[in-house]
Nanobody
Framework: QVQLVESGGGLVQAGGSLRLSCAAS????????MGWYRQAPGKQRELVAS???????NFADSVKGRFTISRDNAKNTVYLQMNSLKPEDTAVYYC??????????????WGKGTLVTVSS
């Protein structure tokens, strides 16, 4: 079993910054891609950013140039640095990880989410 624990959400004014962290723990052999998704009230969950174990990144168009994603493979942790935040970035942010638990066991895990609120 694997747990993903997010932290770093909160209330910030428009134009401000926040840094989210997500630490994975448990029976982990390795982790392929890790990423952040978000879900605003009344909307579907959407990909914000992802990063492979080799460091290749992918971003939603809405956050390009404002958000960066990084990871510490030794700590099984992924970070999301969010700058120039806008009210439309308000959402619950979820961590996602593609985990290899054993040679033939691969599962996708989700964190419980952390709320980010950006006031105008």
């Amino acid at each position: 079993q694997v747990q993903l624990v997010e932290s770093g959400g909160g209330l910030v004014q428009a134009g401000g910054s926040l840094r989210l962290s997500c630490a994975a723990s448990g029976s982990i052999l390795s982790i392929n891609a890790m990423g952040w998704y978000r879900q605003a009230p009344g909307k579907q969950r959407e990909l914000v950013a992802s990063i492979t174990s080799g460091g290749r990144t992918n971003f939603a168009d809405s956050v390009k140039g404002r958000f960066t994603i990084s990871r510490d493979n030794a700590k099984n942790t992924v970070y999301l640095q969010m700058n120039s935040l806008k009210p439309e970035d308000t959402a619950v942010y979820y961590c996602n990880a593609d985990v290899i638990e054993a040679v033939v066991v691969r599962r996708e895990y989700w964190g419980k989410g952390t709320l980010v609120t950006v006031s105008s």
